[in-house]
């Protein structure tokens, strides 16, 4: 069964980058996935998720412009490049797999076990 961790967080200053990696171990990342957070007193959200072929992405509308999805089969890693950050970036993140329509991509998580993310706080 395939493990994910993430990591990548920190403290970032309004209008700076990150990048997140979630690593797969256990068994080759041949799943969609998709990236997730959570800040304090909110619901969990789907911030963007990739297909496993084809590379078809899809954004949450707070993000588009900002964050970029991207994978590397050969490394098991799909990551996030996180750009122009703003306060209410602030959230752990984690990825998960997801599940498709049409091999497409959604932000629907095919897990409710999570793991431990990574902190993401933006402030100045």
């Known amino acids: 069964q395939v493990q994910l961790v993430e990591s990548g967080g920190g403290l970032v200053q309004p209008g700076g980058s990150l990048r997140l990696s979630c690593a797969a171990s256990?068994?080759?990342?041949?799943?969609?996935i998709g990236w997730f957070r959570q800040a304090p007193g909110k619901e969990r959200e789907g911030v963007s998720c990739?297909?496993?072929?084809?590379?078809?992405?899809a954004y949450v509308d707070s993000v588009k412009g900002r964050f970029t999805i991207s994978r590397d089969n050969a490394k098991n890693t799909v990551y996030l490049q996180m750009s122009s950050l703003k306060p209410e970036d602030t959230a752990v993140y984690y990825c998960?797999?997801?599940?498709?329509?049409?091999?497409?991509?959604?932000?629907?998580?095919?897990?409710?076990?999570w793991g431990q993310g990574t902190q993401v706080t933006v402030s100045s």
């Open positions: 998960a797999p997801v599940w498709t329509v049409h091999d497409r991509c959604s932000l629907h998580p095919q897990i409710t076990n």
């Open positions: 256990g068994s080759t990342l041949e799943s969609a």
């Open positions: 990739i297909s496993a072929f084809d590379g078809s992405r």
